[in-house]
Each structure stands twice: as C-alpha cells, then as structure tokens.
C-alpha cells in the first residue's frame, strides 16, 4: 500500500461562548509513504486544527464532528484513547514552532528523549543511550554526549529545535508531522533545519506532513502542497506546478506576499483584507470578498473541486469554466 495517511471529507469544530467554529471544513487529502507534503497557507486557515485533529490532540473544546482519517488503512477516530497514544510517538510523531514548551524543563534533553524510546520499546538503557547519542548525531547536534546532559534553557532555539527533531524520530515513526518548524527561528538556524527534514526523507524515507505559512519553506522541502483557505483545500498540486504554473488566486496573492519565490517585480504586494471571521463565513466562494477575479457566481455559489490534471485539483469557478468549454 502506498498510500500512508488518507483523510476524507473531515470536518473540525470549536464549540466556542459565541457559536460553533467549523476550523476545518470538508477537507480531503492524501499523503503517499516517502512524500513529503505541505499545507501552506495564513494562520487562522485550519492548517494546525488539521494536524491536531490527525494527532488526537484537540483538546475539549474541539471535536471532529465528520469524515475519517485512515492511517495505513486503519480509521484513527475509532481507536480509544490510549490505542491513540501507541500510534503517537510509535507511528506518528509531531514537532512543534515552540520547542521550550514541549519539552520538560526538570530533565535533560538526553533523559527525555532515551524515556520516550523506553516507553515505546523494551531494550536496555544503556542501548537507548546510545541511541539518544546518534540521534543527536543524526540531527546535527556537535558534542552530543555534553547535550546529552544539558538541560532545555541552557540551549538555543536553534539546538532546541534538533533536539525536537531527534525526539520526534526516536520511536522510527513513519509519518511526521512539523507544524512551523522554523517559523520562530533566524534565517540560517532555519536553512539548517530545513537540511536536517531533507536528509530524514533521503536517509529514512521519512513521510512528512509539513504545515507551513511561508511558500519559500515549501519550495525548499516539499513534494506535493496544498493550500487552505479558511477551513478547506482550495488547490493540491505537485510543487512545480504550484510554482511554475499556480491556479488559485489565493495561491497567486501568496506567491505574489513570498519574497523569495516572487521575481515577477520588485515590489511585494500583500493579499488585500483579511480571513475571514469564521462565524460569518462569506457566502460562495470563502475567498470572494479578496478576490480580483471574483464573479457574481462565485458570491452566490460555492465552486466546486475541479481536477486539472491527474495530481492538480483547484476549488475555483474560473476553471469550471475552462474545463466545461473544452468539454471536460
Ligand atoms: Fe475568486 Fe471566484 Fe475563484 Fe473564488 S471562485 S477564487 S471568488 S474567481
Ligand atoms: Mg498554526
């Protein structure tokens, strides 16, 4: 079976003092073993509520209220609590922007990380030690053996990170999901992260989920994107056709807010306005209030998922209207 993660039609609310949220809203997707796929998009899309969801960690006030997340076949919303529990860390990891408040202040980084290989497997201390050692190694961290013994504070953001990712990979899990990553790090610190998720995918073929805001992590790291706007997918692609040919306005106001990728003009333009209130989602189009292309139709109707090509899907009516004149 190739295909790892598959979520179908998954809907996430917060039950909130002012109404119901739907953060996530009928959203379907597929990550295939050895990829490594991004959902890129501003905050406040659903992007983490879609992680957390996969997770099982949302919390009280959240609940997915429709669809299924298969993970290697198996329905994770029908699993217990602690059969959730085995699957994190064993088989799905997690790493977060703020490494500090995942990690536990009291123990030193090499406790934390050899106690969370002992939970999940029986092997000995000392070869779990040795374990943390190469991991460390592993993720680029000098003088592993002093880290080791060091405790969270006394390190940089940057090693903090590395430490999160030797955690991470562990238990050997097959899918990660890194949630902004390198959102809270410099420039530099943030190209070597970036180094450290490559060489996991070409050393351990390593399936990742990345979420991400910034369409320059994406063009470094991954496979596939798909881009969320206020609570769905509205375009999947593979990336060199995100960037090389992108469909959906919202795609095409990020790329145009992306200092990196953007080398049609000088100058930098944000996307006019803002997300919107997910309490007062706009009728049709959840994008038509910012949109430069938007039609009447798109203010009445919401378009529907429309496949440009075996690996493209755009959520747009202007394409709705290119497939149908040629006969699509
Ligand atoms: Fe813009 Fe209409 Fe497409 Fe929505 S459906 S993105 S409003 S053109
Ligand atoms: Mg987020």
């Known amino acids: 079976q190739n295909t790892l993660l598959k979520v179908e039609d998954l809907k996430t ?45 949302l919390g009280s006030s959240g609940k997915i209220v429709n669809g299924s997340i298969r993970f290697e076949g198996n329905d994770l919303l029908k699993l217990s609590k602690k059969e959730m529990r085995t699957i994190r860390g064993n088989n799905i990891a997690m790493i977060f922007q703020e490494p500090l408040t995942s990690l536990n202040p009291v123990f030193t980084v090499g406790y934390q990380i050899r106690e969370t290989i002992l939970i999940h497997e029986k092997i000995s201390k000392d070869a779990a030690k040795q374990r943390v050692i190469e991991l460390l190694k592993q993720v680029g961290i000098p003088h592993s053996e002093r880290i080791y013994h060091s405790f969270p504070h006394s390190l940089s953001g940057g090693m903090r990170q590395r430490v999160m ?10 899918l990660i999901i890194a949630d902004e990553p390198t959102t809270a790090l410099d420039v530099t610190i943030q190209a070597q992260i970036l180094e450290i998720l490559k060489s996991l995918k070409e050393l351990n073929d390593t399936t990742i989920l990345l979420i991400t805001h910034d369409l320059g992590v994406v063009a ?10 206020a609570g769905q997918l509205v375009e999947q692609s593979d990336v060199f056709s995100l960037f090389s040919a992108p469909k ?7 790329l145009n807010s992306t200092p990196k990728i953007h080398r049609l003009s000088e100058q930098l333009e944000s996307i006019e306005g803002s997300v919107p209130n997910p309490l007062q ?19 009445q109707s919401p378009p529907p998922a429309i496949s440009m090509s075996e690996r493209e899907e755009v959520k747009c ?12």
Do not use: Q
């Open 13 to 57: 609310c917060f039950f909130t003092d002012s109404g119901i949220v739907a953060s996530v809203d009928g959203v379907s997707f597929s990550v295939n073993r050895g990829e490594t796929v991004a959902i890129v998009g501003e905050s406040g899309c659903g992007k983490s509520v879609t992680s957390l969801s996969i997770m099982g960690l």
């Open 165 to 174: 990712i030797a955690m991470a990979i562990a238990c050997r899990p097959k």
């Open 220 to 229: 470094e790291v991954a496979d596939r994107v798909m881009v969320m706007y």
């Open 248 to 254: 959906h306005p919202y795609t095409l106001g990020l």
């Open 281 to 299: 989602m706009p009728v049709g189009c959840r994008f038509h209030p910012r949109c430069p292309s938007a039609m009447d139709l798109c203010r």
């Open 317 to 328: 009516w202007l394409y709705a209207e290119t497939k149908e004149a040629a006969g699509g």
